[in-house]
């Protein structure tokens, strides 16, 4: 398994020079975290692309700002708003052609106990644009996000058994800590449709820090996935907040490649 990094590890720093910032630490691999519109503009995607290819560098996954809309996008009872935003999401699928990345990362709905919408009203929704992102050839993951309808394992496992082979899954191991969830059963929930880690640590009094800084058993992690045949990567994901030099992010880099048990 790969480890990389995700852009947002340096927010608010902009995209394009938090790229620069992880290149020159080394960091070959990457998600990233688009911020604003104006950085699905053809010509700033082609010259992130540029930046990778000269530097040999491969991006995973792409996180799109508009997250935190989704629930308004996707999951409402406006059908027109639905259709407009499967539009806005093919410019996500098309920037993820451009840089090579095949997952892109889907929070979903929140506030969803006051929603109006079903549980099976979202899978019908998710799957919608599980389908657009695969005639781009990109896996729409659904992330399991605090106060989330994804929250829950309980909701994760019912989505992989309804969708089955049509749906897939990003880990974040901070997110389901926060949601009072054990990482390890959220990760068994998704089962063979997780493609995708958000890799983080936590301690009791701090549910977001660097890998290899709190008591999260990475090893137990790790060996899991590997019996059940895991093909994604991983990317280190904690906020700007959670360290003060890049070099610590080397370290943790370094100490998730110790911890693992294959290549």
Not at 21 to 36: A, M, P, S, Y
Not at 233 to 248: F, K, M, P, Q, T
Request: charged residues 25%.
């Amino acid at each position: 398994m790969n480890i990389g990094i995700s852009t947002a590890c340096l927010y608010p720093m902009v995209t394009e020079d938090a790229l620069d910032q992880l290149l020159e630490k080394g960091f070959r691999l990457f998600e990233i975290f688009f911020n604003t519109f104006s950085e699905l503009d053809e010509k700033y995607v082609q010259e992130l692309s540029q930046k990778l290819t000269r530097a040999h560098a491969h991006t995973i996954s792409l996180h799109p700002f508009t997250s935190a809309f989704e629930a308004m996008l996707f999951f409402s009872d406006y059908p027109r708003r639905t259709q407009d935003g499967l539009e806005l999401y093919r410019k996500y699928f098309e920037t993820a052609n451009r840089i090579g990345a095949h997952i892109l990362v889907l929070h979903g709905q929140r506030n969803y106990q006051k929603s109006r919408i079903s549980p099976e009203q979202y899978l019908e929704s998710y799957h919608r644009l599980y389908c657009l992102g695969q005639e781009y050839g990109v896996t729409v993951a659904q992330e399991n996000v605090v106060l989330f309808r994804s929250e829950k394992a309980s909701f994760i496992q019912w989505m992989h058994d309804t969708l089955k082979d049509e749906c897939a899954f990003v880990l974040d191991i901070k997110q389901a800590v926060r949601a009072g969830e054990d990482p390890m059963e959220m990760c068994k929930a998704m089962g063979n449709r997780l493609v995708h880690l958000h890799l983080n640590d936590h301690l009791p009094q701090s549910d977001c820090l660097l890998p290899g800084k709190g008591n999260f058993d990475f090893v137990k992690l790790f060996d899991w996935l590997k019996t059940q045949g895991y093909q994604g990567d991983g990317v280190i994901e904690v906020y700007r907040d959670n360290y003060h030099a890049l070099s610590e992010l080397c370290d943790s880099h370094r100490f998730l490649l110790e911890n693992q048990h294959w290549k």
